[in-house]
């Protein structure tokens, strides 16, 4: 079990992401991270052990990100496992909650298209896989992925050109929050709304394969 949170709005969303995963350790903690877009690129901040280190996670300016908290199923627990995963230029960037099923045949695959993997987990090769749909607007580049995994699966995906979240669910949990911040929306999503209950109450559940797009406003 993992838990996974978003945040797409005007504010930064370092902070944000920070209380909320707190909020969300008891889906797992034995490691942690976070995906932030920034301008046309996507830092990325993971870390094993302690969640306390939190606290330690720079305030980077970007009101774009995702985050999770991981307890480890696929793959031992290291810094290169935690999530988030990116593909190979980190230029998409997934949390993800969930075990897919036909991951060993999909990365024979992707292995044999020439894509190159940096971690052990079944997660890794959504990135790939989405890189594979590049012809296609990001959120449908998304949707194409996300059809070919077998299982229980949630996730959330960032990319480095599309200013906005997608997150899509079967079988795992997903959830929105929406709030207005002096006129503009704010977005959140997350595995559980106790991740941003205390921001708002105004709430969304995904039923099973449906899937989000969480643009600046929209």
């Given at each position: ?50 969640f306390?280190?939190?606290?330690e ?56 298209k ?7 987990t ?5 990135c ?49 929050g ?41």
């Amino acid at each position: 079990m993992c838990g996974i949170f978003g945040y797409v709005g005007n504010s930064n969303a370092v902070p944000i992401l920070k209380k909320g995963l707190k909020k969300l350790n008891y889906r797992g903690y034995d490691s942690w991270g976070f995906g932030l877009k920034i301008k046309d690129k996507i830092e990325i901040i993971k870390d094993v052990g302690d969640f306390e280190r939190l606290e330690e996670t720079p305030e980077i300016d970007s009101n774009l990100g995702i985050s999770h908290t991981r307890w480890a199923t696929t793959g031992e627990i290291s810094k290169n496992n935690a999530h988030p995963h990116t593909n190979e230029d980190n230029g998409i960037c997934v949390v993800h909650n969930g075990i897919i099923e036909n991951f060993r045949e999909l990365k024979e695959e992707l292995l044999n298209k020439g894509h190159k993997f940096k971690s052990e987990t079944d997660t890794e090769i959504i990135c790939h896989l989405i890189e594979e749909y590049n012809e296609y607007k990001f959120p449908e580049a998304v949707r194409k992925a996300f059809l070919k995994l077998k299982g229980r699966n949630a996730l959330v995906a960032l990319h480095k050109n599309f200013n906005g979240l997608v997150g899509v669910k079967n079988g795992s949990p997903l959830v929105v929050g929406i709030k207005n911040n002096s006129g503009k929306e704010e977005y959140f999503i997350a595995s559980d709304h106790r991740a941003f209950i205390t921001e708002t109450n105004k709430v969304i559940f995904l039923n099973d394969n449906e899937l989000v797009v969480l643009e600046q406003n929209e």
